[in-house]
Structure formats: C-alpha cells, structure tokens
C-alpha cells in the first residue's frame, strides 16, 4: 500500500491509499473552494447521560446528485469533484460537510473504488484489504488527535438507509468521548467480570455463538453469527477469533483472510430476499475500544474489548422495511420480526 497526504483547495485533507508502490499522486484541487467554516456543538443531556452533536451547517450538504455531478467521482476534464485526480483505488478526506469538527472531533470519508456503479461487495479480495489497510491506519492516525477518544469506521449503504451519495463510500467518525452503545457494552463488561471472577463477557459470548445455531459462515480466523438478541430482522456480528481491541491489532493472517469472509457476507446480504430484489440497504458498524483511560469502568482495560463489526438490515422481508417505532424510538426496546435462528438459517441458504 502507498499513502500520498495532500490538500484540497479549502484546506482540508485528502488521502489516496494506491495498490501500486509507484503511482504518482499530484494532481490539484482547481476548484475556487474558500475555507471550510463548520458551527460543530457537542451538548450533553443531563437526563441520560449522553452526547448530542449540533450541526447546522450540515443542512446544504450535497443531496442526490445525478451521477454526473457525483462529488466522489474521480475529476475528469472540467468536471471537477472533492478528488482531483483522474482516477483511485480508495480515497480518505475531510467531511466537506462534518457532523464533527475542531475540539469536537473530526469526520471523514472513505471512497471504496471509483467505479460510481460498483457496490462493497463488488470489490475484489485486493481492493477489500486494501479498504481494510485504510480504516486502518486512520484508526491509527485519528486516535494521535487530542480532541479524539474512540474512531468509528462505517458504511451506510442505500436510500433507505438515509445515503445521499450512492457512489460506494463510508465514514469514519473521530468522537471527543466514548459513545453511549460503545459504554453499555463496558458496563456490561465490567459487572460479568467482577461476577465471574475475572472470565471476558466477549469471550464467553463468542464460544456459545460457536457452539450454536446462529452460525452464518465461519473461517479459520473470522466468524459470523446472528446474535441470539438480534435487534434487527438480518443482524450479523462478525468476529475474529483471536480478540483484539481495535483494527490496529489484527495480526497478518487475520487481515489476509478478513476480505474473503466480508465479502461473502455482504453477497449474502444481497441475496436474503430473492432475486429481482433491489440491492439489500445496510449498516456495517466497526466497534473498537476508546482511546481514553476506561477508569470510569471498573476493572477494565483496553485489552478486553472486542473488536467486531456489526451488520443489519432495516428491510425486514421483500418490499417492507423496519421502522423505529413508539417502542424502539422512544423507550429502545427493539422488537424484532424475524427470529434470528431464522435468519442464520436464511443467510446460510444464500451462500454462493
């Protein structure tokens, strides 16, 4: 992998990750940007504890463009995009438009391919791990910023979901604190721990789902299963086997085998409701330990964490989607459709 920094017109950074140690990357920005001013808040509320990021500059953000104006194509000619040159394998660069910004943290995006009409699960083996190198080594460089504490890679993926840019890309989100679910799953970390002793709640979780029914799909270093409380219709965890506590601390074999396994999973996801369907709308969450000390949860470090990635679907059967209703919205009590032994075994029926 070759990593080239450079800088957009309005000052903001971009990344190109390159397969190829000898590709030059000097192109520049020719558009007549001024300086990005972004009115980034973090509010806290005092009832549940938890962090509220007010962003009204995010209101002009560029919303379903025609693929001719796609800001994340590759420039060509006189149609100038947020990547100034002609072509690329994957792209990092600063939100134009960040929920995130300053003391408050930082927001990117993460271009997958420059192929506009491609998907994730298009990409080849070599083009996965290298997406996979980059939310890498962002992990790594974001988690050095001062104002950072936890680094969240995802892809939103469909309409359905909220996208406004159907060119293949994701985010990653530099937060200023350890985020509520990232918190409850520590809470719940520490009390197993200090009621069994010492023994690792994802440890024990990950040897029942190995031992059950919910298996998805499983390889020498990575396996995936439906959560025996799946919250959504077609929820998929996916875990290497060996735990580590972020993306940083995944050794060779793990990266090398990791596109294989992802990729056959989100085929599968494309397949769940049949043929002629639309392309299945979906999360991929990436869920790495905080930066910060942990001291607020007792008994825990680092190292007890989990990195996994979390998969789901709000479309709960062919034509019909899952809404956050009274109960999920405002109490968060999901109520789930799908049983998730059914929808393992729906997601194994799939495989190619």
Same mark, same amino acid.
């Given at each position: 992998m070759k990593k080239t920094s450079t800088r957009l017109a309005d000052g903001r950074e971009l990344i190109y990750y390159d397969l190829r140690d000898d590709t030059v990357r000097d192109a520049v920005d020719r558009r007549p940007l001024e300086r990005t001013h972004t009115t980034s808040e973090i509010r806290r509320d005092p009832l549940l504890g938890d962090q509220v990021a007010i962003a009204s500059h995010r209101q002009g953000r560029t919303y379903h463009p025609p693929a001719d104006q796609c800001p994340l194509c590759p420039t060509q000619g006189d149609r100038l995009s947020e990547? %100034?040159?002609?072509?690329?394998?994957?792209?990092?660069?600063?939100?134009?438009?960040?929920?995130?910004?300053?003391?408050?943290?930082r927001c990117e995006v993460v271009c997958f391919t420059s192929d506009h009409d491609a998907s994730f699960a298009s990409l080849t083996e070599e083009q996965a791990r290298l997406v996979l190198d980059a939310w890498t080594d962002r992990t790594s460089e974001l988690s050095h910023l001062p104002s950072v504490e936890q680094v969240f890679c995802f892809e939103n993926r469909g309409e359905e979901i909220g996208v406004t840019l159907g060119h293949p890309h994701g985010q990653i989100y530099a937060y200023p604190f350890t985020t509520p679910r990232t918190a409850l799953m520590l809470r719940s970390l520490a009390a197993h721990k200090e009621a069994t002793g010492g023994e690792n709640l994802f440890d024990t979780v990950l040897e029942r789902e190995l031992a059950g029914e919910r298996v998805v799909l499983e390889g020498e270093h990575w396996v995936a299963f439906v959560p025996y409380a799946a919250h959504w219709p077609y929820e998929v965890h996916l875990y290497p086997k060996r735990r580590v506590p972020d993306l940083l601390g995944l050794d060779e074999a793990a990266r090398s085998e990791f596109p294989k396994?992802?990729?056959?999973?989100?085929?599968?996801?494309?397949?769940?409701?049949?043929?002629?369907? %639309?392309?299945?709308?979906?999360?991929?969450?990436?869920?790495?330990? %905080?930066?910060?000390?942990?001291?607020?949860?007792?008994?825990?470090?680092?190292?007890?964490?989990?990195?996994?990635?979390?998969?789901?679907?709000?479309?709960?059967?062919?034509?019909?989607?899952?809404?956050?209703?009274?109960?999920?919205?405002?109490?968060?009590?999901?109520?789930?459709?799908? %049983?998730?032994e059914r929808a393992a075994e729906r997601l194994r029926e799939v495989a190619s």
């Open positions: 990547i %100034p040159d002609s072509s690329y394998d994957v792209v990092v660069f600063e939100n134009r438009f960040p929920s995130l910004a300053g003391d408050s943290g396994v992802y990729l056959e999973l989100l085929r599968r996801f494309d397949r769940i409701f049949g043929e002629g369907e %639309p392309p299945t709308p979906y999360i991929a969450a990436w869920h790495q330990a %905080p930066f910060g000390t942990l001291e607020e949860f007792d008994g825990v470090t680092r190292d007890d964490f989990a990195l996994h990635l979390e998969l789901f679907t709000i479309r709960r059967t062919s034509g019909k989607l899952k809404f956050l209703a009274g109960s999920e919205s405002g109490m968060s009590v999901f109520i789930n459709d799908v %049983p998730p």
